[in-house]
């Protein structure tokens, strides 16, 4: 079982950046990939990003790929989504995601755990 819990949502002014972090719980968070989703009202929950186990694969979605980084810390049991230029579409509730493979959490059914989400609002 492992257990995610975000944190770095807040208010922003577009042009604005944020770093969201997301700690997992367990021994064996370096064994998971991990990724990014996010649903904004009304709207259905969407991929943004992933990272493999080792951090040397990365994924993005195209409405983010140029002003997001995506990284995580195995020691720290940390992964980390640094978003620049937020623009107000970014307006959302961002969730972790984990899972056993990389190409398994780009899509919500590959996703083995969630967490609880943090909401990110972009101003214009």
């Known amino acids: 079982q492992v257990q995610l819990v975000e944190s770095g949502g807040g208010l922003v002014q577009a042009g604005g950046s944020l770093r969201l972090s997301c700690a997992a719980s367990?021994?064996?968070?370096?064994?998971?990939?991990m990724g990014w989703f996010r649903q904004a009202p009304g709207k259905e929950r969407e991929f943004v990003a992933a990272i493999n186990w080792s951090g040397n694969m990365t994924y993005y979605d195209d409405s983010v790929k140029g002003r997001s980084t995506i990284s995580r810390d195995n020691a720290k049991n940390t992964v980390y989504l640094q978003m620049n230029r937020l623009k107000p579409e970014d307006t959302a509730n961002y969730y972790c995601?984990?899972?056993?493979?990389?190409?398994?959490?780009?899509?919500?059914?590959?996703?083995?755990?969630w967490g609880k989400g943090t909401l990110v609002t972009v101003s214009s």
């Open positions: 995601t984990a899972g056993r493979a990389v190409v398994g959490v780009l899509t919500p059914v590959g996703v083995m755990y």
């Open positions: 367990g021994r064996t968070f370096s064994s998971y990939a």
